[in-house]
Nanobody
Framework: QVQLVESGGGLVQAGGSLRLSCAAS???????MGWYRQAPGKQRELVAA???????NYADSVKGRFIISRDGAKNTVYLQMSSLKPEDTARYYC?????????WGKGTLVTVSS
């Protein structure tokens, strides 16, 4: 059983920055991880992902503003978010594929005020 715990959310003004963290209870070495978000009344969507080989990809809506990275020593995946917009307001979830199974955290809420 793997646990993922997100942190770092909060209230920020438009144009501001936040860094989200996702701490895993096990090693994330060569594990594909992703950040998703879900706004009220909307479907969960992929924001950013990092493959087992550390290639990254992003939703078009966040390209150039968000960066996903991992720290293997800390078993933590980060999402650095800059130039935040009100439309980035959502609960952000971390996802990881461990031993052929998807694990999710409970999410962290990001609110961007205009």
């Amino acid at each position: 059983q793997v646990q993922l715990v997100e942190s770092g959310g909060g209230l920020v003004q438009a144009g501001g920055s936040l860094r989200l963290s996702c701490a895993a209870s096990g090693t994330i070495f060569r594990i594909a991880m992703g950040w998703y978000r879900q706004a009220p009344g909307k479907q969960r969507e992929l924001v950013a992902a990092i493959t087992s080989g550390d290639r990254t990809n992003y939703a078009d809506s966040v390209k150039g503003r968000f960066i996903i990275s991992r720290d293997g020593a800390k078993n933590t995946v980060y999402l650095q978010m800059s130039s935040l917009k009100p439309e980035d307001t959502a609960r952000y979830y971390c996802d990881g594929g461990f031993n052929g199974r998807d694990y999710w955290g409970k999410g962290t809420l990001v609110t961007v005020s205009s």
